[in-house]
């Protein structure tokens, strides 16, 4: 299999990356983005000189210049996205939907057997009505990835997510969460278990989507934790 994957420096796109160069299954990986991964996040111990190859552009929203390269893969794993504190909702929304609606238009395009997993989040709004802003913005972002000819789309909504392998969140509200409840992880996994779940646990669930489908396209966290 070979895969794309956008949002490699965030802490889910980490963990996907590592659990594709784990993967015997996985013969490349293509990390998207506006600059090159930081050497730590490539886990050269893990064979990435062998599978991974960087495309940086410019403009997330252009693709143009790089339809040969997005050519002949079999998966998407789009990790991309923001927190929406402090953001207006034009703002969120260039990230949330403008961006990935732009990479999902271009990769149905060159890829119509290609499988796409969104990570979207526990809470979305499928009906792109209420008014919780990033509920809303997401939930319609999903839909729209929804209606495009992939062979298959899925939209994974994750509830809390513990960081493992020396992998961390670049988002400070996060950081501070997990420094708190570190100590009483196991005790949550053991009283949450369908809420709960790793960077691993996460990245091979979206592995195993991708080789294999799943019978509904939306997974919540009880489906991920599931696996």
């Known amino acids: 299999m070979k895969a794309i994957l956008f949002g490699a420096t965030g802490m889910v796109g980490q963990g996907v990356l590592r659990e594709c160069l784990l993967d015997p ?15 730590e996040m490539t886990w050269s111990e893990l064979g990435a000189s062998a599978k991974l190859r960087q495309l940086m552009l410019k403009d997330m929203t252009d693709y143009a210049g790089a339809q040969q390269e997005l050519r ?30 732009a990479a999902g238009d271009t990769l149905v395009r060159l890829n119509p057997e290609m ?9 979305t709004d499928s009906t792109a009505k209420g008014r919780t802003m990033w509920a809303r913005v997401k939930g319609e972002t999903e839909n729209a990835l929804l209606r495009m000819p992939f062979k298959g789309a899925y939209m994974f909504r994750p509830g809390f997510i513990q960081p493992l392998d020396g992998i961390t969140s670049r988002t400070t509200s996060y950081r501070l969460l997990l420094g708190v409840t570190r100590p009483i992880f196991p ?41």
């Open 187 to 227: 005790l949550l996994r053991r009283m949450f278990p369908r809420a709960v779940t790793t960077t691993q646990q996460l990245g091979q669930a979206m592995l195993r989507i991708a080789k294999k489908g799943y019978p509904k396209p939306i997974l919540e966290a009880k489906d991920i934790c599931g696996m």
């Open 25 to 39: 299954a996985v013969d490349a990986v293509l990390a998207v983005g506006r600059s090159a991964l930081p050497a």
């Open 115 to 123: 499988t796409f997993v969104y990570v979207s989040g526990a809470g």
């Open 72 to 101: 002949g893969y079999d998966a998407c794993f789009f990790c991309l996205g923001v927190s929406s504190a402090g953001m207006n909702e034009a703002d969120y929304r260039r990230v949330t939907y403008d961006i990935t609606l």
